[in-house]
Every structure is written in structure tokens, then in C-alpha cells.
């Protein structure tokens, strides 16, 4: 009869794909079926009677030793190892991952365990790839938007495009693209996924707006094609954000154009020059003939004012020489200055000093600027305050933000300069009464060569700053703005009073 028993065993063993192992309750194995055999890549007969740690790896050996003892007190059917990674070991020494059913056997008064093993290598293979996909799917930098082909309803949202248009993946699963396509009617897009739809294009990119939750728009490219999910067809975009490389050919075409007029204006009045070189000697030479023009000039004359007299007219130009010497040195400090921080060969040296000492000397420095009936007021109660900074830069920074209030304001204005310091940082602020900067202009004057559109007409290399912030954000600190079309303009310049060396 146990032979009998033993036949049908087998059959039964030998018609299943998984593994089948039996063991008694001292972990010897009585039998195997030959997917067992295969699995583990030994003979048939070759593992009745061994031991069951064979097929586990070393590393497992003392916990394996534990659980089955647990099973075999509280014999039930089950799942071996429900929320972990189980692993086998082939008589070759190679590890590989299984799942393990276990079902408690009595045979003849006798315990026994009947185990069922798949490998799942490949199982667990294509779970990683689809795990890796499925990170690179939500980490990618580009928004990826997945919709249904025939709803448009959005099934899968990356985090990148979450965050960017600023809805969560329960609000997008609500929504079509024509809920963030305000250019787009419904009509209109299916028209334009058609040639997807009739097989007729693998893929369709064209650049649109997207509308961000809060409003705001932004211009993208998309990258469109069909794909499967499941059982039904989807769309797959591939959203690249290319508001900088708008921005880049905007500001790019509206730079080319007004150089290219600043450089037919100077060849016309320069005969001796066959063609200028760059962008950068065009404005050199337009910002340096201004002022020496006017000092020639001035010296010319001063030369017919020869009486005595005649010295209230003689003092006028020599001001105006004084002014123009000025503007000059400052045109070079700047350049200067700009050359140090793009060839890397700036060194900041690091003392302390008195900020008062500092700004007397901006103040004095700036007071051959002021304009008829200008005034600058002088900062209350500073004197016990210190700074441990790059003085030269700290001279720079104010004497530049101080000389553009006076230029940019008219005459008979106050240009207010406050100071404030607490244990860690100094806020320092001018303050004019000026031409303020236009909003649209606004995003663009710490730019390089970028001047407001309501200065164009007065002297400037739109460099000053730039240079500026670029010294303040090496120094540790930053500088922001709030200013108003002829209301004026307040810079707040914040540092820190101990910079690192």
C-alpha cells in the first residue's frame, strides 16, 4: 500500500513544473521530483537523504534552522518567508532566488514537510528592470505625462511634472492635457495627435504652453508617441521646459539688434575702422569718446576764458573735466574688475575695519557727482559697527550702487543711505529718488551689458551690476531690489560680518 502511496506521489511530483521536496521533521530530504533536480542541478537520487541546508546557502544556515523548527510546532499551509527574499543554492555554489510554498504532511503516524519551489530568476529580473524603468520614469528631470488614447484622461504623472505644474497625481488622474494646454481646443488637439491615431508619424514634436496650476504659464517642447499600457493604447509625452531657451533667443535677437545699430552708428562716425570685432569693443569705443569729447572740449574752452573774470565759466569746465576723469576711471575699475572675476585671478583679502571708515570714503568719492541740488544722507549711529570683509570689494559694491543713484536721479534729490547689523549680518541700503527700472525690465539688470529700456540714453556700460552681485555672492552675501518707475529704486545689499576666508 505505502508503495502504492509512493507511485502516486511521484506521478503527481513529476507532472508539476515547480520543485517538489519532502522532508521529515529532522530536515533529511526523503524525495525530490526531477524539476527539483534541474533547479538545483543535481542527478535524480542525488539528494535523497542529504540534508535540507544543501540547497541554502551558508549565509541563511542559522535562521533557516530556527524557522523550520517554528514550522514544524505550528504546522500550516503557507507561504514560506512572506515579505522577504529567499534564496537557493545549486550544487554549482550559484545563489538564485526562490519562492518556497510549505504544506505540513502525516504519513503513517510521521511528520513530514512538502515544500514547492519555483525559481524566480527571471521573475525577478524583470521586476528590477521594470523597477529601474519605473525610477528613471519618476526621476527624470523632464516631465512625463501618460493619458489614454481615447479619454485623454491622464493614467501616470512623473514627480518631476507633478512638481513643476504644481498638481498631485490625484488631481492629474482628474484631468486632460487640454486642462494644462490653454492654446489648445479639443478639436484642435485631436487634429493634432491624428497622424499618431492613423499610424501615419511614429512620433510628433512641436512646442506649446502649459498652464501650472497657480496660474502661470510656461513654453515646452513636446516629445509624443503611442505606446501600450496593459490592455489599452496610451499616449506617451516626453515635456522638455524651455522657458531659458526662450528666454536665451529672446533676449539673444534683442541684443543682436541693438548691437547691430550701435555698430553701423560707429562706423559711420568712425571712417578708420573697417569692421569692430566684437560686441564688447563696440561698446568700449562708444563709452570712451563721450567723455574725452567732452573733455576736449572743455579744455578748448577754458583756453578762450582767459580774464579773471571769467574764472566762474573756467570752474564749470573744469568740473565737467573732473566728472568726465571720473566716469572714465570708473569705466576702467569696472573692467578691470570684471576681467579679475572671469580669469579666476581675484584674491580677496579679509580685514577688519570700521564700516564708517568705508562709507566716508564712498561718500566723499561720490560728492564730485552730485548733481545740482543732490544730496546724500548719511547713515545714523554706525559708528561701533564692524565688518570682517574685503574692504576693496566692499568700496566697489557701495561706490557703484551710490554713482547709479546720482546718475539715474535728477537734480535736487536726496539719495538716502541706511545700515542696520545684527550678531551674524549687515544690511546696507541706498535709496534714490530716480527714474526707477521698468518691471519688464526688472528680471534682467544684474545681466551683463543689460540696460533699462528708460536709460538708453544716458552713459553707461551696463556692467557695473553685474559685477556688483558677483562680488556680493563671493563675499557670502546677497543683493535685491524694489524699485518703481519714477518713484526710485532701493538696493538692500545683506553680508555676512565675518566672511569665510
Known sequence: ???????????????????????????????????????????????EGQTLEILIPKDYHGSHEGHFKGYVKNTTKRQMAVGRDLYGLKKSGVTFPVEVGLNPLTIYGNTYVLALVKDITERKKAEQELSHWANIFNESLNEIYIFDCETYNFVNVNRGAQKNIGYDLAELKTLTPLDIKPDYTKAQFIEKVKPLIDGLEEKLIFETVHQRKDGTTYPVEIHL????????KVFVAVILDITERKNYTEKLESTVEKRTIELKNALAKEQELNELKTKFLSLVSHEFKTPLSGILTSTVLMSKYTLTEQQEKRDKHIKTIGDKVQYLNSILNDFLSLERLESGKLNYNFTEFKLSKVIDEVIYNANMLLKEGQSIKYPEHID??????DEKSIVLILSNLLNNAIMYSQEHKTIAIMVNQ?????TIKIKDEGLGIPKKDQINIF???YRAENVSNIQGTGIGLNIVKNHIENLGGNITFESEEQIGTTFTITLPNSAAK
Not at 508503495?3 to 529532522?26: H, M, R, W, Y
Not at 508617441?225 to 489599452?232: A, D, T
Not at 545684527?422 to 549687515?426: C, I, L, M
Open 1 to 47: 500500500m505505502f508503495k502504492q502511496n509512493q507511485d502516486i506521489f511521484n506521478t503527481l511530483a513529476e507532472a508539476l513544473a515547480e520543485g517538489v521536496i519532502l522532508v521529515d521533521k529532522s530536515q533529511t530530504i526523503v524525495a525530490t521530483n526531477s524539476s527539483t533536480d534541474t533547479i538545483f542541478g543535481y542527478e535524480h537520487g542525488e539528494l
Open 384 to 389: 561701533d559697527f564692524s565688518l570682517y570683509q
Open 225 to 232: 508617441q503611442l505606446s501600450i499600457l496593459g490592455n489599452k
Open 422 to 426: 545684527n550678531k551674524t549680518t549687515t
Open 447 to 449: 545681466d551683463r551689458y
